[in-house]
């Protein structure tokens, strides 16, 4: 399974990765433990947990 990391996702969404990251951190996650990357497999939970966070902060910044 391909995979995908929280930087690439919010570089290519145009969120600053240390923002999306914090969110992520925020989510407190089970499937997440601390110092851990922010990788998931495409298509999987996490990376749809992921998406939504992304999605969230997107919609946040064009709000603003």
């Not at 996702?9 to 145009?14: L, S, T, V």
């Not at 939970?45 to 902060?57: F, G, K, P, Y």
Request: hydrophobic residues 40%.
């Amino acid at each position: 399974m391909a995979a995908t990391r929280a930087v690439d996702m919010a570089k290519q969404a145009g969120i600053d990765p240390k923002r999306f990251r914090k969110a992520l951190r925020d989510e407190h996650f089970r499937w997440h433990n601390h110092n851990d990357r922010w990788t998931a497999g495409i298509g999987s939970e996490q990376h749809t947990a992921m998406e939504r966070v992304l999605q969230n902060l997107s919609n946040v910044e064009r709000a603003a």
